[in-house]
């Protein structure tokens, strides 16, 4: 997959985790920053990633910023975007699963490594079932 990664100062250190795992496993990766932990704002880097699955050019994201709350946020203003804060594995496998999200978030002031690695494990294996679900995330779409 190829698969956006963005953070801010607070999530420069889970990201460039995550980052470096995803090469590991095999995936293209595109960096839409942070590059360093010096102050900067999270729409800056959170935005550009989400638009780029809203368009296409990736095919999933995940966010990080300090408590994964403002990247949800600036996230879920994209069109197209379904994205969730997860702080276990059981959420990001259901994210995927029943919500069909394509931009995982998690915080890095709340996050440890070993925590973060069965989240984003689980969300990148567990795919969306549909039926019942896909009823559900067309409703929310504004699909009755």
Known sequence: MRIAVASDHAGYQLKEMVKKRLFEDGHEVVDYGANSEKPCDYPDHGRPAAEAVSRGNCDRAVLVCGTGIGMTIVANK????????CTSGVQAEFSRRHNNTNVLVMGGWLTGRLQAEDILDRWLKAEFEGGRHARRVGKVEGNN
Do not use: E, H, S
């Open 78 to 85: 994209v069109p197209g975007v379904y994205a969730a804060l």
